[in-house]
Nanobody
Framework: QVQLVESGGGLVQAGASLRLSCAAS????????MGWFRQAPGTGREFVAA????????YYGDSVKGRFTISGDNAKNTVYLQMNSLTPEDTAVYYC???????????????????WGQGTQVTVSS
């Protein structure tokens, strides 16, 4: 089994930056993808970013392209989400996830991911 723990969320002003971390444990080897999703109050869970285990493929949701960067450190079993130029629209609970290999037609789907963290709150004030 895989356990995921997110950290790094908090309360910041618009224009600020945050770096979220997701530490994975319970597995020795991985051959899938890791992703970030977010959910704001009253909305569904939105795809944010994903990265292949090898790090050679990344995807981003349209709303965060150019502002967010996903990266990973296999030695630490950790994936990161660097968030820059934050706006109030970025306010949400952010979840990391682990799933199967990334595919062009499934990387953005919740159903592609088998394990989820508990989430970390990001709040951006005006």
């Amino acid at each position: 089994q895989v356990q995921l723990v997110e950290s790094g969320g908090g309360l910041v002003q618009a224009g600020a930056s945050l770096r979220l971390s997701c530490a994975a444990s319970g597995r020795t080897f991985y051959s899938g993808g890791m992703g970030w999703f977010r959910q704001a109050p009253g909305t569904g869970r939105e795809f944010v970013a994903a990265i292949s285990w090898s790090g050679d493929i990344t995807y981003y949701g349209d709303s965060v392209k150019g502002r967010f960067t996903i990266s990973g450190d296999n030695a630490k079993n950790t994936v990161y989400l660097q968030m820059n130029s934050l706006t109030p629209e970025d306010t949400a609970v952010y979840y990391c996830a682990v799933g199967g290999q990334l595919r062009a037609n499934t990387y953005y789907l919740r159903s592609n991911y088998n394990y989820w963290g508990q989430g970390t709150q990001v709040t951006v004030s005006s």
